[in-house]
């Protein structure tokens, strides 16, 4: 069964501290990887994607995520958060068979960061 | 480039009343995308125009919800003789993957109430 699990409903973090949100998924065909943030009473904001090629992708606001095939997984980090990085994110999945090309998502991680 | 909108941000309406929602996708997309979102979770697919063809819809999408794309243009999104089970937001999202673009780009989403 194809699926996405985020293993983390919250992270609070301190200010300047780094972080990192996990995301696993499972599936037997090909994927497409990405990471959107939310803010409250928003729609969704594409931090990150991969597709193909390096594993290690660099998107917005300082962010970076490493997908690693053996142990699918696509984790999101970054070195040193800031108040305004308190949001909501959600790592999704395009799983490559048939044409709806629809994403899945997980159940999201609030990442709260502390003064 | 506009961005995705959607209309009306928010819906307040009583059980057993119909609703429509309109999104406006990014002009040069040919597919438009319709989630649903819950509280506290992520967001789930619904359905998926390419061009003014429905090609999909999930088994989400009951009996009472329609949605069409004249022209492939604009969508709406219809609930009829909607259910308190039915409060959500529901957030529209457009894409071009056939030129590469597999990154879905949000609108703000239509919060609906069901009292």
């Known amino acids: 069964a194809q699926s996405v699990t985020q293993l983390d409903s919250q992270v609070p973090v301190f200010e300047e501290a780094p972080v990192e949100l996990r995301c696993n998924y499972s599936?037997?065909?090909?994927?497409?990887l990405f990471w959107y943030v939310q803010y409250p009473n928003q729609g969704l904001q594409l931090l990150l994607k991969y597709l193909s090629g390096s594993t290690l992708v660099k998107g917005i606001n300082g962010f970076e995520a490493e997908f690693n095939k053996s142990q699918t997984s696509f984790h999101l980090r970054k070195p040193s958060v800031h108040i305004s990085d308190t949001a909501e994110y959600f790592c999704a999945v395009i799983f490559v068979s048939g044409s709806a090309r629809q994403l899945t998502f997980g159940s999201g991680t609030q990442l709260t960061v502390l003064p | 480039d506009t961005g995705v909108s959607q209309n009306p941000r928010h819906k307040i309406t009583k059980r057993g009343q119909n609703v429509t929602f309109r999104c406006d996708p990014i002009s040069e997309h040919n597919r438009l995308y319709w989630y649903r979102q819950t509280l506290g979770q992520g967001p789930e697919f619904l359905t998926y125009f390419q061009n003014e063809a429905q090609l999909e819809k999930s088994r989400l999408l009951s009996d009472r919800f329609s949605a069409e794309r004249p022209k492939g243009s604009f969508s709406t999104l219809e609930i009829q003789r909607t259910e308190q089970g039915d409060s959500a937001m529901y957030l529209c999202?457009?894409?071009?993957?056939?030129?590469?673009?597999?990154?879905?780009?949000f609108g703000p989403g239509t919060r609906l109430t069901v009292t």
């Open positions: 999202a457009s894409s071009f993957p056939e030129l590469g673009v597999y990154e879905q780009y």
């Open positions: 599936s037997s065909v090909s994927v497409y």
